[in-house]
């Protein structure tokens, strides 16, 4: 178990971030400490990893929750499984899953033309 502070450091969120997690209801700690403290295990960490990676891209943290479940649905029908077949009976966390892929993939090309962008605003900037 690790505590909040920790988990900051690790994910590189801040306490403030973590604790809205928490009130919001998008990712609360697994467990208490006796004094009260906020306890993160390590399947927390790695959650709070995937909605940290999809802050830059603009989710919502309704979007951010639902991919939350959606990989809880795919991690419990693969369990014990090789995850091989068509939709492996949840085909509507299947299609979920396409539509975050998709979008991340927008998101991630809309990023990559304002780089450029700013790229060049910098070496116009530059030869002035």
Excluded: C
């Amino acid at each position: 178990m690790h505590h909040i502070g920790a988990v900051a450091e690790r994910t590189g969120l801040s306490l403030r971030t973590l604790r809205h997690y928490d009130e919001v209801g998008l990712l609360r700690p697994s467990a208490r400490s006796e004094g009260g403290f906020r306890l993160y295990t390590e399947s927390d960490v790695e959650r709070l990893l995937l909605i940290r990676r999809m802050k830059p891209l603009g989710f919502s943290l309704e979007e951010m929750a639902d991919l939350l479940r959606v990989a809880d649905e795919l991690g419990a029908e693969g369990a014990g499984r090789d995850g091989v077949g068509a939709d492996d009976g949840h085909p509507g966390a299947r299609g979920r899953l396409a539509a975050y892929v998709a979008a991340a993939e927008e998101r991630r090309a809309d990023l990559a033309r304002k780089l450029e962008m700013a790229d060049e605003l910098i070496a116009l900037l530059h030869r002035l």
